[in-house]
Every structure is written in C-alpha cells, then in structure tokens.
C-alpha cells in the first residue's frame, strides 16, 4: 500500500478530515470577527453537516470505505446508486442496454403513445453477425388482412371455450404491481379485447374494475383459494373465483421462467395489509410460494387435479403454465395424459429468460430452458403424442413485436403473452427497482407517493394502443410473407445467421417430429432415453 512517510491512505484520510473541519471552524470564525463577511457564521449550515457526517462515517462499522475515507467515500455509494441510470441515459447505445435494448422499449413507447415508431436511416443491427434473424418476404405479398384471427382454445372435454388474441397480459401479481397498473392493464385488455393473467397472487378488485377478461393463475400457494395452512380449497375456488363471468381460464402454475422450481417472492417491504388480507398470509414477511404443489404428487395427479378445475369452474379451459426442465417429465405428463385421456386445454411455455419483480440471481440467470428450444420440445413432444391439435400452445418471454410474435408461431405457438413488454406500454423504464417498493414509475411498487403518479385513465389507453399496433405489425409481416392466416407460418419462414458466412432457417436449425412419433417402436433418438424413463405415476425416472 503507498504511504505518505509513515501513513497509509486511511491514516492520511482521517487525519486530514479532522484538520480540515477544525480549519474549516477557524476560517469560519475569523471570518466573522474580523467583519469581513458578516454573515460568515451561515456557513456553520454547511460546516457543520459535513463535519458530522464525517464523525458517522469515522465510527460506523459497516462500511469500509467510509470508515477510511470519510465524507468523499460516500460520493462511491451515490453513484453506485444511480448506476442504472448512468448506463441507461449516457453509456448504452441504442442495442446493447439489458435486459431490453432502448430500441426496443421505445418502439413500445412510441405505439403505446401513438405516436410515430418508424425508423429512419436504416436498420442498426449488423446484419453480418452472429443470431442475427429475420424474415424473409415474397414477391407477391397478400392482403394485410383487417381484423385479428382469434384462437379458440377448448379441448374436447371443455364447456365454455374461449377465443383469444394472439397477443395477451401475461402473468403478473397484484402485490408485485400496484394496484393501479392492474387497473390500468386491465381497463386496456378490457378496450382491446385481449385476456389479462393474474399471476398467482390472486383475484382482486382491481382486476374486476376494468373489466376485462382474467386468466386466473392458481400458484402453488392457492392464493384465493386455499385453507389456512396453505392447501388447496376446492370450494373457494369455485365459489370465489371460478364462476366468475370475467373468468374466461385457469392457468395451474407448475414454474415459471425467471426462477423455476423456487416458488414466487414477495418481499415484505411490498407487502401491505390489503394484499395480506387477500393472499391469506401474516404481515411483516416476505411472502414466499412453496416451489412445488400439494394439491396432487405425479403426472396423473396433475391431470385429475386438471379435470377437478374443470368440473368446479363448469368446463372452463385449464392448463398449466411451466419453464421447461427435464425433459422427462414433462414426457411424464405426456404419458399421463394417454393413461387417463385428460389432457389440459392449453400450456403455456415460459422461457427462462422471463422476467420477474424478484428473484434469486442463479435462478433468473442459469435455470430453466429458453423459449425457442422449450417451445420446439414442447411442440414435438404433442405432436409425437398425437395429441397436439387438442392443446394450443402459449408462448410467453420477451415477445414484444410483431416479428417477436411471428418466430413464436413459426416454432410451434399458437398466441403469445407479454408482461414486461406490457409494463413499457404503462411506463415503465426499466429502472430495475421492482424488488425494493421503490419503482419511479409507480408500476412495480406499493408506495401510495408513487402508485399516484401511474394515472389509470391515460396508462389504460397506452396498453390498449400497444397491443392493437402489435398484432396490426404482426399481420403486416405475415402478408409480407405471403401468408394470409397465422396457422400457415411455418419454421423455415425465419432466417437466423448462425456464423458470420451460414444462414440457417429454423427448420434446419430445430429438429421436428412426425405426428404419432413417440407412440412408434422406433422412437426419435433424441427423445428415446426421456421416453424410456418417464412414468405417468411419478416424477422420478423409471428404475
């Protein structure tokens, strides 16, 4: 360490704030007495905060670098604070901002407002490189046509199917959003006519205000509808949630992508009495979901726990959303659904790179299969069941443009689900404050200060407007193609360049299965081991 004589740095530091606050003191005075600014004194409203706040740094214990370098160490823990907002407004460019690019959230600025979002100059992206995609058009472009294709979502043993947009609220908790942007979402899928999940934290008044239609997502901890130890409670489901005209399909929580197999968190700073009361849970903790379910225990558990939603809620779809693991499992379900010929309505596949208001680092950054690769599986996997024209597929990960829509379809989705893209059309700015109670913007947070600035009669507006020029974008790309419906995109529709000099289409890039593939002797290889070790009664492999 350099040493001024016998003096490290903090020595020095220290010694030199006491002389400097004892300088500081005597200028002070001699100013004052020798009348040569006689209010020389008013600087003792500067001097002396500096002074203390260099004695609380010199005895607090927690931070080194104020103990040794006190008053100038805190300007490290300043910046340190508004990093984000240094990288966002004067370091990043345009394309590399995480985890959405500026030129992604403005797009979605710009249609939320209805504003102009055309580009000007060209494309930034370098088209030479690497992942780099696109689609490729036809010479003799169809009709864009005027109204969206809706997709009719009910199996064979469902009552009361539903017709949904391709483009939908994803999950998201009253409790992790403020009840205003639960308002406001759901005014705006109310004006637009799409659906708005709940997320597992439970139906609340504020997602009946608005309106619109409701996916209720039922967590593993049943929240609205579950007994005081945390079971499922068939009877409040039905009765509280179920029969609920807005209501149009449960969703069965098995994982989601930000942080599969851990369960959802609520930290305790967000948690108020109101949310307490709904969800069921004491006050003064964080409010953590159990990471599995309880409700059943196997494959086929899962499916008559399917067929009892089925039957309480009068044969409304249900599913089951996950961010695909291993894969034997899910062939698992795959085998429990021959056994038992229940199969869900829909599955919803997260992608791991799906975001959340909070969530441990490991989990949001290294567990869990991303969308493209778990959609291909998921969708070979009914296809190879012979099962997949009975199950629609929803896709749900960083789907935030038209084209975003298209691969979705083109990889083996039938609709796609937003959340963060959505959070943008209210807002949002990517501040990355959602687990602290402090969101600038008022979405993320249950601070009333800053709730009241999330107005819900202008932000409603904004997410009806968005999804509308999304899907409108999404039909222009298709006729670009070509294409006159969405169920003829296919995966050799979307060019990737895999190396600077080879272009691939996804056709080339996944492999896809025939149909009944995995109910012949001879399976497909890279799904044969999965196959041998699944079993409809339990989610260990076969021994």
Request: net charge positive; hydrophobic share 40%.
């Amino acid at each position: 360490m350099k040493k001024w004589g016998s003096l490290t740095h903090g020595h020095f530091t220290r010694r030199l704030f006491y002389a400097a606050s004892i300088a500081a003191i005597v200028a002070v005075e001699a100013l004052h007495h020798s009348g040569a600014w006689s209010s020389a004194r008013d600087l003792y409203w500067v001097v002396i905060p500096v002074i203390l706040i260099g004695l609380n740094d010199l005895f607090q214990t927690r931070q080194a670098i104020r103990r040794n370098f006190p008053v100038i160490g805190n300007f490290r823990y300043l910046l340190e604070s508004i990093r984000p907002e240094i990288n966002q407004y004067f370091i990043e460019s345009n394309l590399d901002g995480r985890p959405f690019s500026r030129v992604r959230r403005s797009v979605i600025y710009q249609r939320a407002k209805g504003v102009i979002d055309t580009v000007p100059f060209g494309t930034q992206n370098d088209v030479y490189a690497a992942d780099y995609e696109w689609v490729n058009h036809s010479i003799a472009p169809q009709k864009v046509l005027e109204e969206e294709p809706r997709v009719l979502i009910g199996g064979p043993d469902c009552k009361q199917p539903y017709a949904a947009s391709l483009f939908n609220i994803s999950a998201m908790s009253y409790g992790s959003l403020s009840k205003n942007a639960v308002m406001s979402l759901n005014r705006g899928a109310k004006k637009g006519g799409f659906y708005h999940n709940t997320g597992e934290g439970g139906l609340t008044p504020y997602h009946l205000e608005g309106g619109g239609d409701l996916v209720w997502q039922l967590g593993t901890a049943y929240f609205g509808a579950r007994n005081h130890d945390g079971t499922f409670n068939p009877e409040k489901f039905r009765r509280k949630v179920a029969a609920h005209p807005q209501v149009k399909m449960i969703e069965i929580k098995l994982s989601q992508g930000a942080k599969p197999g851990h369960g959802g968190i609520l930290p305790a700073s967000k948690l108020t009495h109101e949310i307490a009361e709904i969800r069921d849970v004491p006050m003064g903790q964080d409010v953590v979901s159990p990471p599995g379910h309880t409700a059943f225990d196997s494959p086929v558990g899962l499916m008559k726990f399917i067929a009892q939603l089925r039957e309480l809620s009068g044969g409304k779809p249900i599913g089951f959303k996950l961010c695909l693991g291993k894969h034997r499992e899910f062939l698992a379900i795959g085998k429990a659904m021959l056994e038992t010929g229940i199969t869900p309505d829909f599955i919803t596949v997260d992608g791991g790179e799906g975001g959340t208001g909070a969530a441990p680092l490991e989990f949001s950054n290294s567990i869990g299969t991303p969308l493209n690769d778990a959609l291909v599986y998921v969708h070979n996997a009914l296809v190879g069941l012979g099962l997949r024209d009975r199950i629609k597929i929803i896709a749900s990960g960083k789907v935030t443009t038209g084209v975003n829509l298209f691969s979705k379809l083109a990889l083996g989705a039938d609709l796609c689900n937003s959340a963060r893209g959505m959070l943008f059309s209210l807002g949002c700015i990517q501040a990355l404050r959602c687990n602290t109670n402090t969101c600038p913007t008022g979405v993320a947070t249950q601070d009333p200060g800053l709730v009241k600035g999330l107005v819900v009669a202008d932000k409603c507006e904004r997410v009806a407007r968005y999804q509308g020029a999304t899907v409108k974008s999404f039909l222009e790309v298709m006729a670009a193609t070509g294409l006159s419906h969405p169920t003829e995109i296919r995966p050799w529709h979307v060019q990737k360049r895999v190396t600077s000099t080879e272009v691939k289409h996804y056709g080339e890039i996944y492999s896809f299965i025939e149909k009944d593939a995995l109910l012949k002797q001879d399976l497909p290889k890279e799904y044969a081991r999965a196959w041998a070790g699944a079993q409809a009664e339990s989610w260990h492999a076969k021994r």
